[in-house]
């Protein structure tokens, strides 16, 4: 059942080029297919410097930061790739950070340096058919596990209606397994007893409220192909755990239909990812990379991209989230996007922010995910994730940090 909405096409690394001539090229790194309609948007808005997007979906494919201006990426916010970037102190009196929430800036500095800047957010809905029964925009893990147990319904020993469960989600996962972490490092080299700890109680919560994993595995077979917005409509499931992002680029249709409320774990928010900009140590077009990134801090920059997506019917929603900027919500995607107006977090409204490892997207996909589903279906030991983790580092060794 668990359902990952599929991407309408497959992004292969490529170099985009605008076709301004003689004047200063910079070079910018990003994984953000979305980036690419912003660069274009600053290649439209003046003349003076032309961008040159150099997209990698290829973890195959090497990237040298010594010939790149400008990185804008998802959480690269790991103190490894800090170290390689400017300080940008410098920008700390703009009204962009100056309304970016404490939280989430806090993560971005290294020592009293601020190295990046935080530019959009990712973050979990829980999302069902009725309201909840709770108030408030947020719903924690504790209530959700609560209403959900309540939902199940069986025939002949069998589900035939399920709340929730741990195993078709790999955004609650992950959501479960950093909250509290203060770094993906905590769960990837502790020798497992952090990871055995949230595993387990995992583990048992699917035992006592999905009869376990055969049980949910047999119900999860038998809808694998219905999305999970259908099975909320159909009251076939109580909640699914989505992207925020994804969520708002459902159609109308069919969101009408549905109630969200923001995800916690423990009662404070933990974003599913951070995308920050930062300029490398000795860019060469510095001076390029730095007006860019004074252009991607103004408000009016974020005004004309947020509204010429929704105006061209992009398959974007922001940067992949909401901004970092509280400022921001308030003035413009609440108002572009009228359902997010109760919705938008408040500052000091964030847990403390998990420190990713480098390749941290990389490493939950290929690495942790997998190995915490085997876990909960009892396949591998939690206590085998430090030792896999140790291989896949010898067998990937991480491109941005090789000079």
């Known amino acids: 059942m668990p359902k990952k909405i599929l991407a309408l096409c497959i992004i292969i690394p490529v170099l985009i080029v605008s076709c301004k001539k003689d004047t200063p090229n910079i070079v910018v790194y990003t994984d953000i297919p979305e980036a690419v309609i912003l660069m274009n948007q600053f290649n439209t808005d003046q003349s003076d410097f032309t961008v040159e997007t150099l997209f990698l979906n290829n973890p195959e494919e090497n990237i040298?930061?010594?010939?790149t201006d400008l990185i804008l990426a998802r959480d690269i916010h790991a103190p490894a790739y800090m170290e390689l970037m400017k300080n940008l102190n410098k920008y700390r009196a703009n009204e962009f950070?100056?309304?970016?929430?404490?939280?989430?800036?806090?993560s971005c500095i290294l020592d009293t340096e601020l190295k990046l800047i935080p530019l959009s957010l990712g973050l979990p809905l829980a999302v069902r058919s009725t309201p909840t029964e709770s108030a408030g925009k947020y719903i924690d893990w504790k209530t959700l596990s609560e209403e959900a147990s309540a939902v199940n319904s069986y025939n002949d020993g069998h589900l035939t209606r399920t709340g929730f469960s741990p195993l078709w989600s790999d955004d609650f996962i992950l959501s479960y397994l950093t909250a509290g972490s203060g770094s993906t490092l905590t769960l990837l080299e502790t020798e497992g007893d952090y990871y055995l700890k949230k595993t387990g109680e995992l583990t048992q919560w699917i035992e006592e409220n999905n009869s376990g994993s055969t049980e949910i595995e047999?119900?999860?077979?038998?809808?694998?192909?219905?999305?999970?917005?259908?099975?909320?409509?159909?009251?076939?499931?109580?909640?699914?755990?989505m992207k925020l992002s994804d969520y708002l680029?459902?159609?109308?249709?069919i969101t009408h239909k549905l109630s969200f409320k923001l995800f916690t774990v423990s009662g404070r928010l933990q974003p599913t990812q951070i995308i920050s900009a930062g300029i490398p140590e000795g860019a060469p077009n510095?001076?390029?990379?730095e007006a860019l990134l004074s252009w991607l801090i103004q408000k009016d920059t974020w005004e004309s991209f947020i509204y010429s997506t929704i105006r061209n019917r992009d398959k974007a929603f922001g940067l992949e989230g909401?901004?970092?900027?509280?400022?921001?919500?308030?003035?413009i995607f609440s108002k572009a996007y009228p359902i997010l107006k109760e919705h938008i977090p408040y500052p000091g409204e964030f847990d403390r922010i998990s420190t990713p490892v480098p390749q941290w997207k990389r490493i939950k996909q290929e690495l942790l995910l997998p190995h915490t589903l085997k876990v909960l279906k009892g396949e591998e030991q939690s206590s085998d994730l430090g030792e896999e983790y140790r291989k896949w580092l010898l067998l990937n060794p991480d491109p941005l940090l090789i000079h």
């Open 218 to 241: 047999r119900f999860m077979e038998k809808y694998m192909y219905i999305p999970d917005y259908r099975l909320l409509s159909s009251d076939r499931i109580g909640f699914c755990i």
């Open 322 to 331: 909401i901004s970092a900027s509280y400022t921001i919500n308030e003035s």
């Open 64 to 67: 040298s930061l010594e010939s």
């Open 97 to 106: 950070l100056q309304g970016i929430y404490p939280e989430i800036l806090q």
């Open 249 to 253: 680029l459902l159609t109308d249709s």
């Open 286 to 289: 510095s001076d390029g990379a």
